[in-house]
């Protein structure tokens, strides 16, 4: 076997061309040696401590600015791309298509305006056997890096235009060709790390070739049953030094794949723990599921449930039936009716004795919820109440002293329900609503309001199973992925600045038909006196000029609360036609005869935002028309209203909105208290995160009370990789 390992090892190129390679034993203990708690902390020394790797007291400043401030961070600041200058081509011998690295002098740097009034420029490079020439369109600056006379290396895949080979925007670097002790600049794969002003690629190369060769041995932090398991044939210090020198691109491949399992599987590990601190040892409240009673309250209902609400409902009946708490996420696209199964939960709350509050992001859509859910449960012998932050002080006090003494009463409530004075008897059922709206703190404020109560977490953002499995890790998932039927379809059209009347034809058109209509405006912040003004405006003018003929309100976030819940509600019962609104409307609210909603400046909202928006028009059978006007300047902006045109499905909005944002800007730190990832995609390394997901979880499984040592020192690595995030135990 060893020796199996071993040759292994020998095919694993590159390793040994490193400086400072380091080779591990791969069988040794991982318990750490007293050493390798040293040099742990020891990597979260300030860089402005550290002697003897030429980091003086500016460049720790100009680290600074790119988030560097120890060695730690340092060592995971990794290249964002790598050009080979171990295989360099000859001009002669280019061929057109091909992807090369090139070295050469600059010899001539020409700027100019393309007709689309862009600046050109163009830097040809001379390598005794012909020129290429480097483009770039507006970056004019790279002129001042790329001088007259300079050597420079070109990366990138060659072009035959206008009598030319060209590259446009090949990576560059800047060698010091005649230097021939400069072997961590030249005639291997240079690293390019993320840079900032003041510190040039070249300097932070030697910066880091110091820093590992001081510093560059890590703590193994991997069980050797994972390694040999993975095929992870080489220790994290010898894939840290090869991510940021790589002796070859296979060895680069193999370092960077062990670092993503390695993010991936603390990642996965801290949620495992997560999982158990939230089941194991915790008694929840069982709850008695009364069929004939449910089936009565179903029966009563003015539709039938889908096949996939039934599902989801047993799911949740299941959880709550059994002393561990429920802990789930239900996803279902807009539309698809979770709020009924929202109440059915809490309705099996009340009738056993419990107390349940639902959170939602906006006081128009507690208002509605307070509104039906006390219509349907009439005849219930439990009170539904309403807390939000323009509830009357004296109604406020009442509620307050009710839930606080006794009861079984369904709370329905905004951010209010998790102020401090808000004190359950025995609350038994958490549901969160529209989830993206709210905080890991704020979910986790409303669940410390009852003592260990089942938890229901509601999201109309799909997104990819994987994805589900990464950043709700800990949870149970559940997918309604079924619209209740006979929903007519959306037809989505933006319309030019000039066809502003036909578009208020169309609305008018469907009013005509007895119809309601929606006119959004962007958002407006509660400071922003002066924009409000603006759409008030705006709107006095469609409702005394465009659509004098019918009733017209204005919804904003500057009227009093009482204004907003007497307007919804005049919509609601269709004395209005036409409701102007900013996004107060966004989420939740239901209104089946709505079928035309017009959103202004649609640019300036994001995908998931307008799918939320058009999923106000999606609720009855009838056809319904989304008009969107827009400003499709930025490329984003026309990307965003490109997939919005093409499809109603929320599955692949989501896709498409991962794919134009990036995934670190949808799943930041805030909403789910995830830490950011360095090396990893939880989108492209998808086999990676299962993998990762099945070795960590099995380990806490395992080892239910967490004593083995493997786990502790997994743990106090955990404990070392996020000192500043303890995410694992929120
Ligand atoms: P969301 O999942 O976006 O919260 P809602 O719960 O607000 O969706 O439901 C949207 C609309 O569909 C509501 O008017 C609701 O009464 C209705 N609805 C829910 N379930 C069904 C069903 N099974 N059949 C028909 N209509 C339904
Ligand atoms: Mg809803």
């Known amino acids: 076997m060893f020796g ?43 860089l402005s401590k550290i002697r003897g790797v030429g980091i003086g007291n500016a460049t720790t400043n100009k680290l600074a600015k790119l988030n560097l401030f120890s060695i730690k961070d340092l060592l995971y600041h990794f290249p964002r791309t790598y050009l080979d200058l171990s295989k360099v081509k000859k001009i002669c011998d280019v061929k057109e298509g091909e992807e090369i690295t090139i070295i050469g002098v600059v010899k001539r740097v020409d700027k100019s305006r393309t007709r689309s009034r862009k600046n050109l420029l163009k830097i040809f490079i001379w390598d005794k056997t012909g020129y290429i020439t480097g483009i770039w369109f507006n970056q004019n600056y790279i002129a001042d890096i790329l001088k007259k006379g300079t050597f420079v290396a070109y990366s990138g895949v060659v072009k035959y235009k206008f009598n030319e080979l060209q590259i446009t925007n090949p990576l560059y670097d800047i060698l010091d060709i005649k230097s021939e002790r400069n072997q961590i600049h030249t005639g291997r794969i240079i690293p390019k790390h993320p840079s900032t002003a003041g510190i040039s690629t070249k300097n932070l190369r030697r910066i880091f070739s110091k820093i590992l060769s001081k510093y560059g041995v890590l703590p193994e932090p991997l069980p050797n049953k994972i390694k040999i398991r993975q095929d992870f044939l080489t220790s ?22 062990r670092l993503i399992y390695n993010e991936l599987f603390f990642l996965q590990l801290g949620l495992a723990l997560r999982k158990k601190s939230q089941t194991i040892d915790l008694k929840s409240v069982v709850m008695d599921v009364d069929k004939s009673k449910i089936e009565k309250f179903i029966k009563s209902l003015s539709f039938n449930l889908t096949a996939a609400q039934k599902k989801v409902i047993n799911e949740i009946k299941e959880d709550i039936s059994k002393p561990i708490p429920m802990n789930r996420l239900l996803q279902g696209d807009v539309g698809s009716g979770k709020t009924v199964v929202a109440l059915i939960s809490m309705i099996i709350s009340s009738l056993n004795g419990y107390q349940s509050a639902i959170m939602v992001p906006t006081e128009v859509l507690a208002w509605q919820h307070f509104k039906n859910f006390k219509k349907m449960l009439k005849k219930y012998p439990f009170e539904v109440l309403l807390l939000s932050s323009s509830t009357l002080p ?4 009442k509620i307050l002293k009710q839930i606080k003494e006794d009861g079984n009463q369904i709370v329905i409530g905004t951010h209010a329900l998790i102020q401090e004075k808000v004190i359950f008897s025995n609350l038994g059922l958490v549901i969160v609503d529209e989830q993206h709206r709210f905080g890991v703190t704020q979910r ?24 589900t499995q990464t950043m709700y890790g800990d949870l149970d998932v559940s997918i309604i992925d079924e619209m209740p039927p006979g ?164 599955f692949e909005l989501a896709n498409k909105d991962l794919e134009i944002r990036g995934e670190g800007e949808i799943f930041g730190d805030r909403q789910w208290g995830i830490p950011d990832l360095k090396i990893s995609s939880i989108v492209r390394d998808k086999e990676i995160l299962e993998k990762s997901r099945k070795d960590a979880f099995s380990i806490i499984k395992n080892d239910i009370s967490l004593s083995s040592p493997i786990t502790k020192v997994l743990i106090n690595f955990l404990n070392f990789e996020y000192p500043d995030n303890k995410f694992w135990q929120i």
Do not use: W
């Open 236 to 257: 994290l210090s010898n894939c840290i030094n090869q991510i940021h020198f790589p002796g070859s691109f296979s060895s680069l491949k193999i370092s960077k794949n």
């Open 444 to 467: 986790k404020r409303l669940k410390s309001k009852g003592k260990y109560p089942h938890v229901l977490i509601m999201s109309a953002t799909p997104i990819p199973r994987t994805i």
């Open 487 to 650: 929903r007519g379809s959306v037809e989505t059209r933006l319309f030019h600045p000039g066809e502003r009347e036909e578009a208020y034809n169309l609305i008018k058109s469907e009013l005509n038909e007895g119809r309601q209509a929606f006119i959004i405006c962007p958002l407006i912040e509660d400071s922003d006196l002066l924009k409000v003004k603006s759409v008030i405006k705006e709107a006095e003018e469609l409702k005394q000029v465009v659509f004098k003929e019918y009733n017209v309100e204005i919804l904003h976030g500057q009227l009093s609360s009482k204004k907003r819940e007497e307007i919804m509600q005049r919509f609601e019962n269709k004395e209005l036609d036409v409701l102007i609104s900013t996004t107060v409307v966004e989420v939740g609210i239901d209104v089946k005869n709505a079928t035309v909603m017009l959103i202004e400046n649609a640019d300036r909202f994001g995908l998931s935002q307008l799918h939320q928006l058009r999923g106000r028009i999606r609720r009855g059978e009838h056809k319904s028309y989304c008009i969107l006007f827009a400003d499709l300047k930025t490329d984003e902006a026309f990307k965003r209203i490109n997939s919005f045109l093409k499809t109603e499905d929320g």
């Open 394 to 397: 004296s109604e406020k006090l």
């Open 4 to 46: 199996n390992i071993n040759d292994k090892y020998n095919r694993f190129g590159g390793i040994k061309s490193t400086p400072n390679f380091h080779y591990e034993p791969e069988f040794e203990s991982i318990l750490p040696k007293e050493n390798s708690i040293k040099n742990q902390l020891l990597l979260y020394k300030p």
